[in-house]
């Protein structure tokens, strides 16, 4: 997913010489390729993020098309009121880049990791959040931001699972993408990010009944889409890297339950910070977010009420 | 390009603020009375808007980050004709447009503030897309001294002194006082002026209320150091131009009534002759 990312900047700055990138002193080996490309499109602001991204809102002001990147404990959360206020009250088009989100720097702490940015993101107007599973779903996600001209945060988590497609996606801006479609299935997966092959491998190996999507779009996400799994499925499972509240769970459970009440349960990170540190399989492990803890989640869902 | 032909008349601009803040029963009075004069300075003759239009894409920027002094600004912008006269006399009534803080909705308001410490960090990205663009726009921020001690304005003052950004000026309105009480009492700032030195600027003090030594400290600050951004600390009263307004920090939050309105219109007549 990194390769994809570092690509995919390159060409949009190749293409667009009003693309810029500003980086808070982070990316270190990530922006080689983009600073031998485009080294008068490169920005470094120093550890500095929120004189950042009030910097990229007058630089979008200005006609400029910002590519803001940091890891997604900073952006968007360290700089939640300058995106509100700078940049998203004045439909700019800047697109914020969270990298390591989630558990991704499992040995480092809270600091580092994140399970609170796609809720903090999702409700500030004008701002879009996407969350691409693998490289596929990236490149289409960098496509799409930049295309809408508009303020759009991309969280980044762990880049280097299994690829959940198997060639090159041009998805509609909200689409949710099936990653396997079983004739009548009862149960449906859902799921965003690093889950979403998670969600692939479980529904392969444990749950012939289930079709599971991938939602690379959080917001906005086709609602009718989601009425439409929502009605053809009985039960359905929700799987992300993040807390459980204000996530992708809360946004189908939200639709659900205005259009075609369903049977939900929604899998992510409960209402707690990691207690202790480890190999990022470990971290998935002490949230209950390892295949196994997750077939156990399912599996007591599924029992007949 | 300027606005010399305007008079932008300190009093004049006080009045008009005293007016719409009588008729929206407004608070922040005395944080727009310490703009006043740097204000009009500004507008007169360093702000180039093409064609007198708040959004021509190579105007100079004016950015409001202490958004509690707007009501000073919409007197300046009366005066160049970018507002109706309907927004003062209807200021706070329901369904109205002009707001108590500074919204870039607005043309000729360049950002949303209020919330401090936000338009300078603006300021810089605008002053760094002219260089990029190679236009010769000047960006002015206009930062409360109390709005400093917020920490993006020093990581702004960081990049701008990297990046050599001379076309950026920062005017700090030093009056002393914040929300709650003196600056000195509260997070003591020392010397302003030292502070930005330090931090790669080309620094001035100036009167904040003396139009001349304005004008002339601004263009000082423009023609000189040409590779450092620029910082004008303009010592202020709050309150400036109505006696039993000034340096009393209540009339950050005191509205008006009949009386005192009458009381500060006398006041402001008395100072005109």
Redesign the interface.
């Known amino acids: 997913m990194r390769a994809a990312f570092s690509n995919a900047i390159v060409k949009l700055a190749k293409n667009d010489p009003q693309v810029?990138l500003l980086t808070g002193d982070h990316g270190y080996a990530l922006f080689d390729e983009f600073r031998k490309a485009c080294p008068q499109q490169y920005?470094n602001?120093?550890i500095?993020e929120?004189?950042?991204?009030?910097?990229?809102?007058?630089?979008?002001?200005?006609?400029?098309k910002p590519i803001v990147y940091g890891l997604s404990a900073f952006v968007p959360i360290r700089v939640l009121?300058?995106i509100k206020?700078?940049v998203a009250?004045?439909h700019l088009p800047v697109i914020f880049i969270g990298d390591g989100a989630g558990f991704v720097y499992s040995h480092l702490g809270t600091s580092h990791q994140s399970t609170e940015d796609i809720a903090c993101a999702r409700v500030i107007p004008n701002l879009s959040v996407y969350s691409p599973a693998d490289a596929h779903e990236l490149t289409a996600c960098m496509e799409a931001a930049y295309q809408s001209h508009s303020a759009v945060y991309i969280r980044m988590g762990k880049s280097d699972r299994d690829e959940v497609h198997a060639a090159p996606l041009s998805p509609k801006t909200g689409d949710l993408l099936a990653i396997k479609q079983t004739p009548h299935s009862t149960l449906a997966f859902i799921a965003t990010g690093s889950l979403s092959s998670t969600a692939l491998a479980l529904a392969s190996t444990q749950y012939p009944k289930a079709s599971v999507w991938s939602a690379p779009f959080i917001k906005p996400i086709n609602t009718n889409q989601v009425i439409e799994i929502c009605k053809q499925h009985q039960q359905i499972v929700t799987l992300e890297e993040h807390s459980v509240f204000g996530g992708l769970g809360s946004t189908i459970a939200e639709i659900s339950s205005a259009h075609s009440p369903s049977h939900i349960l929604r899998i992510g990170v409960e209402d707690r910070f990691s207690t202790h540190c480890g190999s990022y399989e470990y971290l998935l492990k002490e949230h209950g977010l390892d295949s196994n803890a997750i077939i156990q989640k399912i599996d007591r869902f599924l029992i007949p009420k | 390009m300027t606005n010399l032909s305007k008079s932008f008349h300190a009093p004049d601009l006080r009045k008009t603020v005293l007016d719409m803040a009588y008729a929206g029963s407004a608070v922040h009075i005395a944080c727009a009375f310490s703009i006043i004069e740097i204000l009009a300075v500004l507008y007169r003759s360093h702000l180039r808007y093409p064609d007198n239009k708040p959004n021509s894409a190579l105007r100079d920027y004016l950015v409001l980050s202490k958004g509690h002094g707007v009501m000073a600004q919409y007197a300046c912008m009366r005066e160049l004709g970018w507002l109706s006269e309907d927004a003062f006399t209807q200021y706070f009534s329901d369904g109205s447009d002009l707001k108590g803080l500074s919204d870039s909705r607005i043309p000729g308001l360049e950002v949303t503030s209020g919330s401090l410490g936000h338009g300078f960090s603006v300021g810089v990205g605008l002053a760094l897309a002219a260089k990029l663009k190679k236009t010769d726009q000047k960006v002015f921020v206009l930062v409360g001294d109390g709005e400093i001690n917020e920490g993006p304005i020093w990581e702004g003052a960081l990049f701008a002194a990297h990046h050599q950004l001379n076309n950026f000026m920062v005017i700090v309105d030093e009056n002393g006082f914040q929300a709650m009480g003196l600056t000195d009492e509260i997070l003591n700032l020392g010397s302003i002026e030292e502070k930005f030195a330090s931090f790669g600027f080309d620094a001035i003090s100036v009167d904040g209320h003396d139009e001349a030594a304005l004008d002339i400290a601004i263009q000082t600050l423009m023609q000189r150091n040409p590779h450092q951004p620029k910082a004008l600390i303009a010592k202020t009263i709050k309150g400036k131009g109505v006696p039993f307004m000034e340096n009393n920090n209540a009339w950050h939050y005191t509205r008006l009534n009949d009386s005192s309105f009458e009381d500060a219109i006398a006041a402001l007549n008395k100072d005109a002759k």
């Open positions: 810029l920005i602001a120093g500095a929120q004189n950042m991204v009030g910097m990229a809102a007058g630089l979008a002001k200005a006609g400029f009121e300058q206020l700078d009250h004045d």
